[in-house]
Structures are given as C-alpha cells and as structure tokens.
C-alpha cells in the first residue's frame, strides 16, 4: 500500500470518529443549545408543576400582584417565598453544561420521562414562557461538582445543567406553602396575654425596662428566655381538615408591641392533641407536632415570676 493510500486512509478514520463525536457520542457532544430556558422573572405569573413527590397531582403557585399562592386543586394557601425566588432564580438563564443523550430511550436513565421526571411550564398570563422536564441530581465526587439531568418537554435532547434543580422543583405540596407561623422583634414587644382554661390566665406587660406578671415583678432572665424562643417559630405539620365552625379556642396567646400589628396565637383542643393557629397565617392550621411547642408557646405563670 503506498503513501497516500495510507494517509487517506488515516484520513478517513479520523473524519469517522470526529462525525461520530459531533452526531452520535452521548457524553462530550457540544452540538446543542446554548441557553435552554432564559426567564424575565417580573413577566412570570404562574409557574405549574407536576412532581413525583406530589404523586402526580399538578400543583399551580400563582402571583397576583406582589403575592403568590399556591394551589393543588383542593388547598389554596400563600406560598413560601424561599421557594419560589429558588425556582425563578434557577430558570433566569438555564444554561447547559453538556448533552449526555439524543434519543427517547435514555429518558428512563436520567429521569425525565414522564413517570420519573419533574415537569416544570412557566407563564406570564396564557403565553407559556418554558416547558421543561427536570430530572435525577448528579455529584462528581472528583471534581465535587452538582448537576441535574433537564429535557426541553418538545425535545428529544437530555442536557447536564448546573446545580441541584430536582430539590428545588420535586417538593410536596405543603413544603410549598408558607410555614410562617409567629414571627416578632424582641425590642418591640410589651404585651403578652396568655389565655387558659380555669384561673390560670396572666398577663406579662412592659413598663420601661422592667417586666411584671400580673403586676408582680418577674425574672428577667426567664423573661427573655421565653422571649427568645418565640422570635421566630415556623410549621410544618398542616391540619387542612381542621374547620372552627364555632370553636373556642382554648388557650390563646395575643402579643403587642411596638411598630408591629397584634398577633394572636390560638389553640384548640386539649395540650396532648392541639390544633394551632396563628394570625399570620390565615389560611393555614397546623398539628402541634410535638410537646415543645406547646411548651414554648403557653407558658406557666410562675415560671416567668421572680421567686
């Protein structure tokens, strides 16, 4: 075999493999898009999703105005804010890092067909903005790197993008909604009303810098231990068959302070089984969960009287 029978023979295995690369190799392909979703976020007003960890069920959270809600059909309740600005943040400029597949048989393998995939449709008003499956995370333990595996929902194409996108879409619906339940700036507070069954109701009130119980002198460490502990309280257990229908609630906790609105704390039932509420949270009521936040919440007059 002479010369250039040998170089073009050279030749044409090098353009087999570089063809091969560019059309058919699944893992270094960089024949693809170079953005695949990019959002203004102030047009989105809906974003819809259907999650495995919902079982299914489409899940809506909807902005009006400058609040979003969120909906699965049955409940309707504000949106947890963390949630959504992770999502939007996620989708401003989707960016692929690689295309590992080009065919409908690998959608199984990275999770994004439709009975293992996160589907994701954003809107502003009816015009839809982005359809995209999201599914299984990946960790490089060598280069300690995070991605998720995403296909266009009209796209054939599965793509690696940067960070952990099956966290941030494949919730439950109740982790979607807002689990704020008391919220309050020690400085501002002057007045608590703890309300109990029988005589043992009492006040704890600010005058200057000295807290009294009821008019007697309390602990001011006890004080500002309690104080401490309700400065931010968050649920996550969510009663939604729980209706008052003409319910007293049993113990009540009404806090007043300075620059804020009152707050009033209602629980209903008895301490072992309660159902709590919370003025900052209209819609929502939630399982007590556990003995400490009763506790935390409905303290004994004389645990904040100094002895």
């Given at each position: 075999m002479n010369r250039n029978k040998i170089l073009l023979l050279i030749f044409g295995?090098?353009?087999?493999?570089?063809?091969?690369?560019?059309?058919?190799?699944e893992?270094?392909?960089?024949?693809?898009?170079?953005?695949?979703?990019?959002?203004?976020?102030?047009?989105?007003?809906?974003?819809q999703l259907l999650t495995k960890a919902n079982s299914g069920v489409a899940v809506d959270l909807v902005r009006t105005g400058d609040q979003w809600e969120v909906s699965n059909g049955t409940v309707k309740d504000d949106a947890d804010q963390n949630s959504i600005t992770g999502m939007l943040s996620s989708l401003v400029s989707l960016k692929p890092k690689r295309l590992v597949a080009k065919s409908e048989k690998k959608w199984s393998q990275y999770e994004v067909n439709d009975s293992l995939g996160t589907k994701v449709k954003v809107y502003a008003g009816e015009q839809e903005l982005a359809d995209l499956v999201?599914?299984?995370?990946?960790?490089?333990q060598n280069t300690r790197s995070m991605s998720t595996f995403v296909r266009l929902?009209?796209?054939?194409?599965?793509?690696?993008?940067?960070?952990?996108?099956?966290s941030t879409f494949n919730q439950e619906f109740s982790n979607l909604r807002d689990k704020t339940f008391l919220k309050t700036n020690k400085p501002d507070l002057t007045n608590l009303?703890?309300?109990?069954?029988?005589?043992?109701?009492?006040?704890?009130?600010?005058?200057?810098e000295q807290w009294s119980v009821d008019g007697l002198e309390a602990d001011s460490l006890a004080v500002q231990t309690y104080l401490n502990g309700i400065q931010n309280i968050t649920q996550r257990q969510f009663d939604d068959t729980f209706g008052v229908d003409g319910k007293v609630a049993t113990y009540r906790l009404t806090v007043d302070g300075n620059n804020m609105n009152t707050i009033i704390i209602d629980g209903y039932g008895n301490a072992d089984d309660l159902i709590l509420h919370s003025s900052l949270n209209?819609?929502?009521?939630?399982?007590?969960?556990?003995?400490?936040?009763?506790?935390?919440?409905?303290?004994?007059?004389?645990?904040?009287?100094?002895?």
């Open positions: 295995v090098l353009l087999i493999v570089f063809l091969w690369k560019q059309f058919f190799s893992g270094e392909s960089r024949n693809f898009k170079e953005i695949l979703v990019e959002l203004d976020t102030a047009r989105v007003t809906k974003i999201v599914g299984k995370f990946n960790f490089q929902s009209d796209d054939e194409d599965v793509y690696s993008v940067e960070g952990f996108l099956s009303k703890f309300e109990y069954p029988g005589d043992s109701s009492f006040v704890l009130s600010k005058m200057g209209e819609n929502a009521y939630f399982e007590k969960g556990n003995l400490q936040v009763f506790e935390q919440l409905f303290v004994s007059r004389t645990n904040l009287i100094l002895q």
